[in-house]
């Protein structure tokens, strides 16, 4: 028995085949580029030629688009970040009381208490602090990004760096240049920086215990996982798929599901040949005039979503299949 977890983010589309034992036997990053079709219609592919003829069970979708990749695969679990975070930390150590979570474009704390989430906050508008943010970084500092933390390590002291704003960050990061600061000194003052605008910003009266993960892309970095224990004053760890977390979150989350109701609306690996088209209308049923998005796969429409009260995302419903014995 195989069970999927599919994790659409703005940044990458992530892709997770577990055993029946829950172990990742297989995970797929893909750039998202804007185009979350095309990723998961990718993910699928590479899932096809290696595991063509396998039998997965159940499906799970996360992440900003989740909605539309459900309507694509057939999800049999649509969960938001939060909740497939929490549970891919708590599959692996059911101590975890704090989650630390910075991926491409959000950043999020998740606090646990007796293995429920209690409380949990999300970066707004900013994204100081995030993966694309350091990538950026990186690439005007013309530093590859797997070595940016390394840089971090080096420094012999901190630089103050403003790290409320990720364009303020970007200038006083110039300005500490032209002063004469070598390149690990500002990469430190930097994590530094971002950590204390995290904890000030999205931590803000959340109180950050351990056992705590550190998960996402941004757990690469060594100098933002070093410069949060220097804040903190306790280690951090980061688990072993820390930026796969939200799609195995979601794969268990299904497999339980389905256990439950004995079938998948899981469509299979073959729907990374079928076309699909997305079109948009302005729904006239009420004062709100939704913007629907309808899919088509192959000429058929296959679902809408978009609306606030349910009238078209619930208008069709995708088939299921019975599990095999």
């Known amino acids: 028995m195989y069970y999927l977890g599919v994790d659409v983010g703005s940044v990458s589309t992530d892709l997770v085949l577990l055993d029946k034992k829950m172990n990742v036997i297989e995970k ?38 989740r ?7 057939g999800a049999d679990a649509v969960k938001n970040e939060i909740t497939a975070h929490a ?9 975890v009381r704090t989650i630390i979570e910075i991926g491409g474009q959000d950043s999020k704390i998740i606090i646990i208490r007796n293995g429920i989430v209690c409380d949990f906050a999300m970066n707004t508008v900013c994204a100081a602090g995030t993966g694309s943010f350091l990538d950026r970084q990186a690439e005007r500092l013309d530093i590859p990004i797997e070595e940016f933390g390394e840089y971090a390590l080096k420094a012999s002291t901190s630089v103050r760096i403003a790290g409320r704003c990720a364009v303020f960050a970007e ?26 605008n995290y904890i000030n910003n999205i931590g803000k009266g959340k109180e950050i215990v351990p056992k705590v993960f550190f998960q996402g892309g941004v757990a690469a970095n060594i100098g933002m996982k070093n410069a949060f224990e220097q804040a903190l004053g306790f280690e951090m760890f980061i688990p072993e798929h820390y930026n796969m977390m939200g799609a195995i979150g979601v794969a268990i989350i299904a497999k339980e599901i389905v ?14 040949e079928s076309k699909f088209i997305t079109k948009s209308f302005d729904c006239e049923g009420c004062t709100n005039q939704c913007e629907v998005v309808k899919i088509t796969e ?12 349910g009238k078209w995302c619930n208008k069709l419903i995708i088939p299921s299949k019975k599990l095999l014995a």
Request: charged share 25%; net charge positive; hydrophobic share 35%.
């Open 28 to 65: 797929i990053y893909l750039r998202t580029r804007g185009k979350p079709i095309n990723a998961i219609q990718d993910g699928f592919r590479l899932l096809k030629s290696k595991y063509d003829g396998i039998e997965i069970n159940a499906v799970g979708a996360t992440g900003s688009g």
């Open 67 to 73: 909605q539309i990749a459900s309507t694509l695969i």
């Open 87 to 95: 549970i891919a930390s708590l599959e692996v150590n059911k101590d």
């Open 171 to 196: 200038s006083d990061m110039i300005h500490k240049q032209s002063l004469g600061y070598n390149d690990s000194e500002i990469i430190r003052g930097l994590c530094d920086a971002l950590v204390r």
């Open 259 to 272: 256990e439950k109701k004995g079938n998948t609306n899981f469509k299979g690996l073959n729907l990374a």
């Open 298 to 309: 192959n000429n058929s429409t296959i679902g809408y979503f978009g609306d606030r009260c």
